[in-house]
């Protein structure tokens, strides 16, 4: 494995490029505090450079929370500030650097306040359930309780949330008011709807639906238990949050 120095000590890292693009971005974007060992930590395991935006927002940050807090992105972690966990922490990397040791399904990147979960593919997609190519984003559809490719990298993933196409993205997921409802919640929380987002009744009306906050793993936990149950398939590993 690449020690912490060759990972870190690179010619061309990507954070100067990616703070001109949270500044440039129509998308508020709050950067949290890093915390240093832990973001090492991260590098480590994953054996990425800080030229690499992964690697760069785990050395550098302790997380991304975009667009009023709709969307949160893990980074190096910021959970003593009442921020996020770390990439560490929310896929279970072993405690010590181990080579030997990968994500069993995926690595869990980012999720939004539905329960909405964003994960990079690992090198057999097709085993672990997942649709897309190994190293291609993927997305855990709170409203269809499946899995969809998105068709693109990390680094594309980054650059497409900062786009200004997440309105595109989540229509008919946000109802009136979502703004308020996403700003007031801590980073642990998310927003549980009732009736739940994959029925036809919240299809129908999500207007009329009832959302209040509560522990995303609470959210995560239900959802994966409805996908195991009712189908369409077990979903795997969502994240430790």
């Known amino acids: 494995m690449r020690e912490i120095d060759e990972l870190t000590q690179v010619d061309?890292?990507?954070?100067?490029?990616?703070?001109?693009?949270?500044?440039g971005s129509g998308v508020s974007v709050r950067v949290l505090a890093p915390e240093p060992e832990e973001g090492r930590r991260c590098l480590v395991q994953l054996q990425v450079t800080a030229r690499s935006t992964l690697g760069a927002l785990a050395l550098n940050c302790g997380g991304l929370v975009?667009?009023?807090?709709?969307?949160?992105?893990?980074?190096?972690?910021?959970?003593?500030?009442?921020?996020?966990?770390?990439?560490?922490?929310?896929?279970?990397?072993?405690?010590?650097?181990?080579?030997a040791w990968h994500p069993a399904t995926g690595l869990v990147v980012g999720q939004d306040v539905l329960g909405g979960v964003f994960a990079l593919n690992g090198h057999d997609p097709a085993a672990a359930g997942r649709p897309g190519d190994p190293g291609q984003m993927t997305y855990f559809a709170p409203d269809t309780l499946a899995w969809e490719a998105m068709d693109m990298g990390h680094s594309?993933?980054?650059?497409?949330?900062?786009?200004?196409?997440?309105?595109?993205?989540?229509?008919?997921?946000?109802?009136?008011?979502?703004?308020?409802?996403?700003?007031?919640?801590?980073?642990?929380?998310?927003?549980?709807?009732?009736?739940?987002?994959?029925?036809?009744?919240?299809?129908?009306?999500?207007?009329?639906?009832?959302?209040?906050a509560v522990p995303m793993r609470e959210i995560l936990g239900v959802a994966a238990d409805f996908a195991r149950g009712m189908g369409p398939a077990d979903p795997g590993f969502l994240g430790e949050v």
Do not use: C, K, M
């Open 156 to 212: 594309g993933w980054v650059a497409w949330l900062l786009s200004g196409r997440l309105d595109t993205f989540y229509d008919g997921l946000r109802p009136p008011g979502w703004r308020e409802e996403a700003a007031a919640l801590s980073l642990s929380e998310g927003i549980s709807v009732f009736p739940f987002l994959w029925t036809e009744e919240a299809h129908a009306d999500l207007a009329a639906t009832s959302r209040r």
């Open 12 to 23: 061309d890292p990507a954070w100067p490029e990616l703070q001109e693009a949270f500044t």
């Open 66 to 99: 975009l667009d009023g807090g709709w969307v949160r992105v893990f980074g190096g972690g910021s959970p003593a500030h009442g921020g996020l966990p770390s990439l560490a922490r929310v896929n279970r990397f072993p405690a010590v650097a181990d080579p």
